[in-house]
């Protein structure tokens, strides 16, 4: 049988694998750190008037800028942010992809903080920048002092910085973000794609944008907004920025369908937003029972916890399968992340836990 490794692949691809996480049709799925709540009804049946209204106009191309979306994430995001400071795409990945491929590329770096989001490194192969990941301090923590000390030394082309970080559930200072600014010769993402789940009052990177026109502050739907099957993903920073982004995207790359979708989403965030409180209280619930039962969870200001103490990570992942339970293993040994579930799906996750122990 062929294989792809048999393919004339590029130097730079051979041999590599793609991102992975188990997609298995289980009950109860903790694994990917989607919105364990789903779509209010009223809130659906609005999109699914807005999708079906736009339907009419599919024999003509979308807006190219998607001008009224990006609107509307200005308004969502505040903090004096206009329709020219915002840029989306398909999900924050393609976002993160469109960066590399304009500030990244050949004989260029990409520098994160390990152990970070394992896509950074496979958006790296895909558009041939070189990725550089440094271990990240005790207990995955990062101080001002040490990031400015680790940028300077590799002075790479594009920083990414995971806030709050993900799989370690670790929130950044904007201390720490601005020192990496200082030092970074080059460009600097935020990645908040879980600030939404950030503790009342922790202040988003959106805070530095001003007079840092190197800075970018990227954001999804996928996560608070539970909207990771429509694929929406944005930025905000300086208008040259989401200008310079014009070069890399494909023509049309938003379609009418997702800006329609979007939109009518947006429009509705109050209550998309609403079970952001549940999901902290669900967190804080697998937090401290797993700490009850000796595991190790570390401090978290997502909608996840990763915790350590695990004796054999293959085999509480399979204990947990056989009750319908999916949670991720990432490759760190000793370790596990669990995204927090819905009241019922965290005692589930607890529960099966306990049976562990006993
Ligand atoms: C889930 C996640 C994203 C979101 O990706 P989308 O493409 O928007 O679905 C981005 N960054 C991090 C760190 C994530 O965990």
Known sequence: MTTFDDLPLRDGLRGRSPYGAPQAPVPISLNVNENTHGIPEVVAH??????????????RYPDREFTELRQDFAAYLGHGMR???IWAANGSNEVLQQILLAFGGPGR??????????MYPLLAMGTSTRWIG?????????????????????????????SPNNPTGTPLTLDTIR????????????????????????????????????????????????????????????????DALRLVRLPYHLSALTQAAARAALRHSDAMLAVVDD?????????????ELGYRPYRSGSNFVFFGGVDDTSALFQ???ERGILIRDVGIDGHMRVTAGTETETSAFLDAMTALRS
Do not use: W
């Open 83 to 85: 329709a020219e400071n």
């Open 134 to 162: 440094r271990e990240r301090e005790k207990d995955f923590e990062l101080s001002p002092e040490y990031i400015a000390r680790v940028i300077a030394e590799d002075a790479p082309d594009v920083v990414v910085l995971c």
């Open 319 to 321: 204990h947990l399968f």
């Open 279 to 291: 999901i902290r209280a669900q967190r804080d619930r697998m937090s401290s029972g797993l700490a």
């Open 179 to 242: 020192a990496a600014y200082e030092a970074a010769p080059g460009i600097v993402i935020v990645d908040e794609a879980y600030a939404e789940f950030s503790d009342q009052g922790t202040p988003s990177a959106l805070e530095l944008l001003q007079g840092r026109p190197r800075l970018i502050v990227s954001r999804t739907m996928s996560k608070a907004f539970a909207f990771a099957g429509a694929r929406v993903g944005y930025l905000a920073a300086d208008p040259a920025i989401a």
């Open 109 to 118: 770096t990409f520098l994160g903080f390990t152990p970070t989001y394992s």
């Open 46 to 59: 609005d999109i699914v008037g807005a999708v079906a209204a736009s339907i009419i106009g599919l024999n």
